[in-house]
């Protein structure tokens, strides 16, 4: 078992070095009691991810690799809501990774970046491209943006 201990943030320039992208596409099956199962395609590899209700920053976590066909089936026949896709680059910055999400359609317009972590007291440098946290606010997990994309938001 694994566990998710992660911030999230919303960046506010596009001045942060950029490596070679990956398209990402998921969308997420019906689960009850806070439960997620997402399953999602990242170039041409499948994931199923079950995940389980967040306590503070950490959550269960359970991911394996599935064939891509059977992802790209789950996702068109399977899944509730807009399917979130997003370009993601990782950046390297004072020993952590840092994972930059640029969404698209839907949710075009906002990017996010997100920071794994070893405990939630552990010390993170922020770099400048860092705005706001916004770990504990719910709309910005990819799970409510395929609910309520970016689009609909009030800006």
Avoid: C, H
């Avoid at 690799?65 to 993601?88: C, F, H, Q, W």
């Avoid at 922020?126 to 916004?134: A, D, H, N, Q, S």
């Amino acid at each position: 078992m694994g566990i998710e201990i992660e911030r999230k943030f919303l960046v506010t320039g596009r001045d942060y070095p950029k490596s070679e992208g990956q398209v990402y596409r998921q969308g997420y099956l019906p689960a009850e009691n806070g439960t997620t199962v997402r399953v999602r395609t990242v170039g041409a590899v499948g994931y199923i991810t079950i995940k389980g209700a967040s306590v503070g920053l950490s959550r269960k976590e359970f991911e394996y690799r599935i064939p891509l066909e059977d992802a790209n089936e789950m996702l068109s026949e399977m899944s509730t809501g807009y399917i979130v896709e997003k370009v993601r680059y990782r950046v390297q910055y004072e020993g952590l990774i840092w994972e930059i999400d640029e969404f698209r359609n839907e949710n075009e317009g906002l990017v996010l970046a997100e920071v794994e972590l070893q405990s939630e007291e552990q010390d993170v440098r922020l770099p400048k491209w860092i705005g706001r946290e916004v770990s504990a606010e719910p709309r910005y997990s990819n799970l409510s943006l395929s609910r309520e994309p970016y689009r609909l938001w009030e800006k």
